[in-house]
């Protein structure tokens, strides 16, 4: 008796197509997103993630700019500083009351629409009490600790990770997005710490100025030839 010839199914053609087809559905949903009811926001709005871009982008100048000034440079970006400042504390604002309105995915990928569901879950999360506390750095705030809290806003450039989780794209390009968003936070962590340190140097400086008996930090000798002071030729402005 002769049997047929068995054909195995293409489970690899098989999983290309059912991915073709989520991404479809994807692209799909996110053009008609945005139609949630009761004046939520849905997370698949296209605007929602153009706001999601700006306010990562706004918490990044921060992240460079507070700890500058707080440290480094005091008058950087000065005179346009202080309107800056007012506009991107709007913008913080503004962006704590869209998240408070703006739908999630849960578990399962289901979108809630539900208002209270969607409040409960913003304000029970640690974002939110950081995103709140941040907003402490308010214009024209001169305190020193205050200036501090403001870097907390570095929490929202974490947005980063879940923008490339949530995007259509490839495995692959994830992957590398992935890892350029990672190189990227720790740039930013050499800038806080390169920030700080030059701060706590600047301190021991000025306790020295006040009382001779404190040591202050005297630079490598590669850099320093003993005949001019450090932190004088600094805040003249020598080169």
Not at 90 to 118: C, H, M, P, W
Request: proline share 5%; net charge negative; with cysteine.
């Amino acid at each position: 008796m002769d049997e047929f010839p068995r054909t195995e199914p293409n489970v690899v053609l098989m999983i290309h197509d059912l991915e073709s087809k989520m991404k479809d559905d994807l692209r799909s949903q996110g053009a008609t997103a945005g139609s949630a009811t009761g004046g939520l926001i849905s997370c698949k709005n296209a605007w929602r993630i153009r706001w999601s871009y700006l306010i990562i982008f706004v918490a990044i100048y921060s992240v460079i700019f507070i700890p500058m000034r707080i440290a480094v440079y005091k008058d950087a970006l000065d005179p346009w500083y202080t309107p800056l400042d007012f506009f991107t504390f709007l913008l913080y604002v503004l962006d704590v009351f869209v998240n408070l309105r703006t739908t999630y995915l849960d578990s399962f990928g289901e979108e809630i629409q539900d208002a209270k569901k969607i409040m409960k879950n913003y304000a029970g999360s640690p974002g939110f009490y950081i995103d709140v506390l941040s907003l402490g750095n308010y214009p024209m705030s001169d305190h020193p600790i205050l200036s501090i809290i403001g870097i907390l806003k570095v929490n929202r450039v974490l947005r980063i990770s879940t923008l490339v989780k949530e995007s259509n794209m490839d495995k692959g390009y994830k992957s590398m997005l992935m890892m350029l968003y990672y190189y990227f936070l720790f740039i930013i962590y050499l800038h806080l710490v390169g920030c700080m340190w030059f701060y706590f140097i600047e301190q021991t400086y000025n306790e020295y100025l006040k009382d001779s008996r404190y040591q202050p930090w005297i630079p490598p000798y590669d850099y320093y030839d003993g005949a001019d002071n450090f932190w004088e030729r600094y805040e003249q402005g020598d080169q």
